[in-house]
């Protein structure tokens, strides 16, 4: 709830800035590419990647080897609203684990990846 009110301050609906981050940091992307590495589906990609390119914040450029491709890469206009995307992730942070301690925080963290990998297990086991 916190995260979707922040976000929408800049523009943004929460996941949209998952994607963002991904391309601010590893560059242009396949549109599948990002569907793969951000677990998403191809139906919710295709809207995400259609509202961040209305509000301005990516593009479709042709891939240099398949000119059918596009790759979605973020535009000029984003790179001010990177610097407000982290400022909200350290928001959040705080909100979340602001005033504990580093081994509070280590536990936290060691807590959640076992759940995570749990999750990953029972979710593969649905799948075969």
């Known amino acids: 709830m916190i995260a979707g009110h922040l976000l929408r301050e800049v523009g943004l609906h929460p996941g ?15 549109q599948v590419d990002l569907v793969r590495v951000l ?3 191809a139906a ?5 990647i259609r509202r961040l390119e209305n509000a301005g914040f990516v593009r479709r450029v ?7 491709a596009s790759l979605i890469e ?10 407000r995307v982290e400022g909200i992730w350290a928001e959040l942070e705080d909100a979340a684990v602001g005033g504990l301690g580093d081994l509070e925080c280590r536990s936290i963290e060691e807590n959640l990846l076992t759940l995570e990998a ?6 593969d086991s649905l799948g075969h």
């Open 16 to 30: 949209q800035e998952i994607v963002m981050m991904h391309l601010w940091q590893a560059g242009p992307q396949r």
């Open 39 to 41: 677990d998403s589906d």
């Open 44 to 48: 919710t990609m295709t809207r995400t």
């Open 62 to 68: 042709p891939t240099p080897a398949d000119k059918r």
């Open 74 to 83: 973020p535009t000029p206009a984003s790179i001010p609203l990177r610097q």
């Open 118 to 123: 749990q999750l990953s297990r029972a979710a």
